[in-house]
């Protein structure tokens, strides 16, 4: 009989993410089993619990979902995961990263991009692109073949963020770091974009219908923040492909509908084998139809 499969919920957050618990179970798996407050420390004997218990050839039934608010502290129980399997012996699970939907949400805002225009000879502009979602949606659209302009309130933040994306790419040329501090620099930062990506803190407004009503190149904006006031003026929160002024616009609860299927396909995905390593560029390859 085959064994009933288990996502191991490892979670920074002292309450492991109510969120993260019903996508799995929607995404049919038959046992959830949460962990908060999870560090690097308390890791060992975590995994430990997962490789030891199943013989190699029902290891694909068994796999880890690490989530949490902090983005950087999952990435560090995702380092630290890798290093306590054994996979000389068959001893591993797979593992998917979506701390604060991080991936998922960056993934499904670049699909939404990319049904309407591809990649090379394109320039997208990322706003907020220093936060996890930013940086990600960042990484994709230069993995795209998209020229990446990735903005911030800081110079010195947007070229750090700028660089740690660039060496996760084939070409790191392809992101450059911004930092428009008035309306008139943001205008011409515009200039010759075709797609923006607003992914600024929630409730902050980072792009004035004014700005990109007058950018006669830009054809796509993908608002993410979901919390009025939203992030570009003028894209409403359900807006799916909605022509905004000759442009098409994209809010955020539509990419949400995307972005949950993809977090359902990505964890059914871990199932299909014990050593899978889900973040975002393999998430961002995963086919949702
Ligand atoms: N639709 C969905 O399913 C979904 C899922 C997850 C997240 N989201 C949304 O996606 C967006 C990005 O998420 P995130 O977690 O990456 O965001 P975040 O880390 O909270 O913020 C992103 C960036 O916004 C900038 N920022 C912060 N406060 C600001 C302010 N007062 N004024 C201007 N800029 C400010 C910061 O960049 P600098 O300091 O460098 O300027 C920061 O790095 C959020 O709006 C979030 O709510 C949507």
Known sequence: ?????????????????????????DSGVDEV?????????????????????RGPLDLCRTAIFIGGSEVSKAEELLVEAQKQMLPAFGLQVSLMLDANGCNTTASAAVR?????????????????????VGQRAALLLAQGGFDVLLASRSLERSQA?????????????KIQGIAPHSPAQLQESLQG??????????????????IWQACQELRILVDLNAVPPHG?????????????????????????GLKMKLHRKAIQTLFESNKAILDAISIHSIDVG
């Open 193 to 210: 974009v075709q797609v923006v990506i607003a992914a600024g803190a929630a409730g902050i407004c980072l792009l004035p219908k004014v």
């Open 161 to 173: 963020a700028a660089n740690a994306v660039g060496k996760l790419t084939q070409n790191p040329a």
């Open 1 to 25: 009989m085959q064994k009933r499969t288990i996502l191991i919920q490892l979670d920074t957050d002292i309450h492991p993410s109510v969120f993260d618990r019903v996508v799995a179970v």
């Open 232 to 256: 570009m003026e003028g894209v409403t929160v359900m807006d799916k492909g909605t022509e905004r002024e000759g442009k098409i616009g994209y809010g955020a609860l539509g990419v949400g």
């Open 33 to 53: 089993f949460s962990y908060g407050g999870v560090t690097p420390e308390k890791l060992q004997a975590l995994i430990h619990g997962a490789i030891f218990t």
């Open 112 to 132: 939404a991009v990319e049904k309407h225009i591809s990649g090379p000879g394109h320039r997208a502009l990322v706003l907020g692109g220093t936060g996890p």
